[in-house]
């Protein structure tokens, strides 16, 4: 390893053109300016500078030297400077619902990065029991997720939603597209429908949001949605039971620190995050039958 030192001094005696201009501007001997040469020398094996009684010249090799030179001291300036900004660093494991990824997590995200440019992200989208569930292995450090109950940042109201024009045949079992197990609103939909004995069949399982809504979109049936990620497009539909409402919860494991108390603090602040309120939707319903 070459020391940034003995560079400092190479270049700035080829940049004053002698090494007494040199010693000058450095503010050092001009014996300790010959001395980093001659050691910087040593340690590349070749000669950088010609000398005789009235000038030095760089050599070949000291040309090339110059631009390495140059580009070692730029990266080391840049580590420095990155590394002594202020506020936390580290990584956070995050791991989020899909929904709330697509509807609200950009603004939250950017924000965070504006606030801790010295902090990662490692992202994990799955379902919300998945994530709980790594959570309590140690797989993450803080996951924002579904749950049927609890305190959380915001509690919502499930509504059923559908394409406009959806066309469902009164009498026959309702067409239902839903994530696969073990989903939250897919629990709570097939819940509200056995209790008030309502018959269904599921028309499309998908593990994402996109093939949710695509199959929403193209009329395959009705989809369960907390109203405040409800997808672009999509209305309500009437005539269905109930059901209910679900939390968004913010978990981590232990007490918050450094960098995950700063993202769990970030989301907590956000628009979005209300404690306990409900929002609902404006789009008119779609009546069912």
């Known amino acids: 390893m070459i020391d940034p030192v003995l560079l400092r001094t190479f270049l700035a005696v080829a940049e004053a053109g002698g090494f007494s201009e040199a010693a000058r501007r450095l503010d050092l001997g001009q014996s300790t300016v010959s001395q980093h040469v001659r050691r910087l020398e040593t340690a590349v094996g070749c000669v950088l500078f010609e000398r005789d009684t009235h000038s030095v010249r760089l050599t070949g090799d000291g040309e090339t030297m110059t631009g390495f030179a140059r580009g070692i001291l730029d990266q080391q300036d840049r580590a420095l400077r990155y590394f002594s900004r202020p506020g936390p660093r580290g990584r956070v494991r995050f791991g989020v619902c899909e929904d709330f990824l697509l509807g609200h997590a950009a603004d939250v995200l950017g924000r965070f990065r504006g606030a801790h440019p010295g902090i990662d992200l490692e992202l994990s989208v799955e379902l919300s029991a998945v994530l709980h569930s790594r959570l309590a292995d140690g797989d993450l450090d803080l996951v924002l997720a579904k749950r049927d109950s609890g305190q959380g940042v915001r509690r919502d109201p499930l509504v059923w939603v559908g394409s406009p024009g959806l066309d469902l045949i009164p009498g026959e079992p309702v067409p239902l597209v839903l994530y696969p197990e073990p989903s939250v609103t897919r629990a709570r939909a097939l819940n509200a429908l056995r209790r008030n004995g309502v ?31 409800v997808p672009d497009g999509l209305v309500p539909v009437a005539g269905l039971p109930d059901p209910g409402s679900v939390t968004f919860v913010l978990s981590h494991r232990g007490s918050a620190r450094g960098s995950t108390a700063a993202l769990a603090d970030t989301i907590l602040s956000a628009r979005w995050s209300r404690p306990d309120r409900l929002v609902t939707l404006a789009q008119p319903p779609l009546p069912l039958g």
Do not use: D, K, M, T
Not at 204 to 211: D, K, P, Q, T, Y
């Open 199 to 229: 018959q269904w069949r599921i028309g499309c399982v998908s593990e994402r949001l996109n093939g949710l809504r695509a199959a929403l979109e193209a009329r395959l049936g009705i989809g369960l949605f907390a109203a405040s990620v």
